[in-house]
């Protein structure tokens, strides 16, 4: 069964400090892999999508990391702000042609940045 | 309109009672998808549409739900006979095409309380 686990499931950092959100998952086989921010009582919006050859891919003060051969992927956050407070969610694709169903969907990681 | 756009924002309903949910994806986008987002779970794929036909409905959960999608455009997605763990935040999804099952852009969703 295809799964994605992410750690920590919560997560209070200070305003200003970096963070690492990780992502393992065993969906196979694999195509690619994508974090999601969620902000509360909004939709989730894509960070970065990495493919199997891409090792790290950055968008401003996130940087995220695959590991194709551990099946892990981390999401690094810089100098984190108040606005960085929600969700982060990893999605993995297997392969397949169309279709929304081979999607699998982590729980997220509830990041919160305090003064 | 700019984005994808979900009503109501929320519904409290009785048991028993049938409710539909609307979604206005972005102008020109073929893929549309359906998810639910229970509390402390990964969002569940429901359903896909390809402009106005549904190749993959393999998500929903029951013959209680339905969906259906005109002119290519807004989709409905109808439950009957309501139930308390139909319970959930509906979140609809568009793509410009269906050629990768990413959904690009979300709502942000509907968030439905069955009493």
């Known amino acids: 069964k295809n799964q994605v686990e992410q750690s920590p499931q919560s997560l209070i950092i200070l305003e200003g400090k970096n963070c690492t959100l990780q992502c393992n998952y065993t969906v196979s086989p694999f195509s690619n892999l994508r974090w999601y921010k969620q902000d509360t009582g909004r939709g989730p919006v894509s960070l970065t999508i990495m493919t199997f050859s891409e090792n790290t891919k950055s968008n401003g003060r996130y940087t995220a990391t695959l590991d194709a051969d551990t099946k892990q992927s981390s999401l690094h956050i810089t100098a984190s702000q108040l606005s960085d407070s929600a969700s982060y969610i990893c999605v993995v694709s297997a392969e397949s042609t169309g279709g929304g169903n081979k999607l699998t969907f982590g729980t997220g990681t509830q990041l919160k940045v305090e003064l | 309109g700019a984005g994808v756009s979900q009503s109501p924002s929320n519904k409290v309903t009785e048991k028993g009672k049938d409710v539909e949910l609307r979604c206005d994806p972005i102008?020109?986008?073929?893929?549309l998808y359906w998810y639910r987002q229970s509390l402390g779970q990964g969002l569940e794929f429901l359903i896909y549409?390809?402009?106005?036909?549904?190749?993959?409905k393999s998500g929903l959960p029951s013959d209680r739900f339905s969906a259906e999608r005109t002119g290519g455009s807004v989709s409905t997605l109808t439950i009957q006979r309501t139930q308390q763990e139909d319970s959930a935040v509906y979140l609809c999804?568009?793509?410009?095409?269906?050629?990768?099952?990413?959904?690009?852009?979300f709502g942000d969703g509907t968030r439905l309380s069955i009493l």
């Open positions: 102008s020109g986008h073929t893929a």
């Open positions: 549409f390809q402009g106005n036909s549904a190749p993959d």
């Open positions: 999804a568009s793509s410009l095409t269906g050629d990768t099952p990413w959904p690009q852009h």
